[in-house]
């Protein structure tokens, strides 16, 4: 049997309109050589079963899965990647919209970069009708350089609100993921885990980041406008939430060269986030 180029992920569960618009998005990519892992969380809605059956039958390059129970979110989504069998492989989310040139961009700027591992784009929130409420600075900033120490740092320091939580959704080269699948997928849910794997990710290997592309996050609001936030240190990981957040960094960096600065980056974060709060407070 022959491989296609990519390997496309996507868990999904009790959204058939969304997940018909996802569908409509990726089979338009301009980028044809991929295979479409539909992992469907024992949705109740028989809607998502009879899409996902049409959808197959009518493009062979969609392969459905529909699980006897619901194993839930996590699970559902570490299992779309077990069955992936190619070159390159992404994760997608059942609401999400990505554009045209998405796949054939991250192909592209792999293929040309052969030290970098990932590859992501720039970022929008959309509300549930589509329309655009929020913008990010550029995601730029999260490109590796030659001072990897320096990255993480940064990416640690990073605000939760601004959107590093997103880099998950990069198109990589698959087998760089398959060590931190197989360590993941027997840990448990905490908050922030996405933002945990990223970063165990960004340990390891490189991640190179176009800004003149842009993927759509849905948030699930009918809300016009989206706020914008001038002090993001606002508005970060919730304080009950803190150890379980901060520990799943400490196992992330565990194995690597940068596992004590991720201990004393935690630190000094934690320190300095208790203080700015203490004095926004006053």
Wanted: proline letters at 5%.
């Amino acid at each position: 049997m022959r491989v296609p180029m990519v390997s496309i992920g996507l868990p999904t569960f009790n959204r058939p309109d969304l997940l018909a618009s996802v569908l409509n998005n990726l089979g338009s990519q301009t980028f044809e050589d991929f295979e479409l892992i539909i992992s469907d969380n024992a949705s109740s809605d028989p809607g998502v079963r009879s899409l996902c059956e049409g959808a197959a039958l009518l493009d062979s390059r969609i392969r459905y899965i529909r699980q006897p129970e619901n194993r839930g979110a996590l699970a559902n989504f570490w299992f779309v990647h077990e069955l992936a069998c190619s070159p390159f492989f992404m994760w997608a989310a059942d609401d999400d919209l990505w554009p045209k040139d998405f796949i054939a961009r991250g192909i592209a700027a792999l293929n040309s970069n052969s030290r970098s591992d990932a590859w992501f784009c720039q970022m929008e929130n959309i509300n549930s009708r589509g329309q655009v409420i929020r913008a990010y600075p550029s995601f730029n900033r999260f490109t590796s350089t030659s001072f990897r120490s320096v990255d993480l740092v940064k990416f640690l320091w990073e605000p939760e609100v601004m959107g590093k939580a997103n880099l998950i959704y990069s198109l990589y080269r698959r087998h760089t993921l398959a060590p931190l699948v197989r360590d993941f997928r027997s840990v448990e849910w905490t908050w922030g885990l996405d933002m945990a794997f990223v970063y165990a990710y960004l340990c390891r290997h490189r991640i190179v980041v176009e800004d003149d592309i842009v993927f759509k996050k849905r948030m699930d609001t009918d809300n016009e406008v989206h706020a914008p936030i001038p002090f993001p240190r606002q508005y970060i990981y919730p304080w009950e939430e803190a150890e379980s957040y901060f520990r799943s960094y400490l196992a992330a960096a565990r194995g690597t060269r940068y596992a004590v600065l991720t201990a004393a980056t935690l630190r000094a974060r934690w320190m300095f986030d208790v203080c700015y709060h203490r004095v926004r407070q006053h």
